[in-house]
Structures are given as structure tokens and as C-alpha cells.
């Protein structure tokens, strides 16, 4: 049987036993965030520890990478600043 992920409503902290939370609440399509460690349910969560290491951003969809394969239509931040940013291209 697979364990469901459980979060704290009220601190945050995520887990997959609901008795170590005291206000617990299960999340079915739960992305767990690489840097923060946090379950979220928005995989475009950005966090403190993730904005250090992000260097690209997807003009399509707005989501933001440290890789460019890891988006759809990637474009360098640090360029993007440097010139006129492009348009969304739909």
C-alpha cells in the first residue's frame, strides 16, 4: 500500500505519518520541493534555497529553472536583464 503525504496545516511540516503533525491534512497530488522540502501542490513553488540556484525563466508558461531543459521555452535571467525582455509566445 502506498503512504499518503501528510502536511501541517498549521507549521508546514510534511511527513507520511499523520500522528507526528498536530493539525494533519493528506495531499494526493503533492510535489515535494529538492531544496526546501516542503510539499506543495504548485511543482512552480519557489522557495529561498530554490531562488539562489534559479537562472532561467520559460516565457510560454512562467515557470523558472536552474536548466533550460527543464522548461519549455527557456530564456537567461541574468541576459533577459541586460536587454528588452522578449514577449510571450503563445
Do not use: W
Not at 495531499?27 to 520541493?33: F, H, L, R, S, T
Not at 534559479?54 to 541574468?78: T, W
Amino acid at each position: 500500500m502506498e503512504n499518503e503525504i501528510h502536511v501541517c496545516k498549521t507549521c508546514g511540516k510534511v511527513t507520511e505519518d499523520c500522528g507526528h503533525l498536530c493539525d494533519p491534512m493528506a495531499i494526493k497530488d503533492a510535489y515535494v520541493c529538492d531544496h526546501c522540502g516542503l510539499a506543495h501542490k504548485d511543482p512552480r513553488h519557489i522557495c529561498k534555497p530554490k531562488l539562489q540556484h534559479i537562472n532561467f525563466v520559460c516565457i510560454s508558461c512562467g515557470r523558472v529553472a536552474e536548466l533550460p531543459k527543464q522548461l519549455c521555452n527557456p530564456r537567461d535571467i541574468v541576459l533577459m536583464a541586460k536587454q528588452e525582455a522578449p514577449t510571450k509566445i503563445i
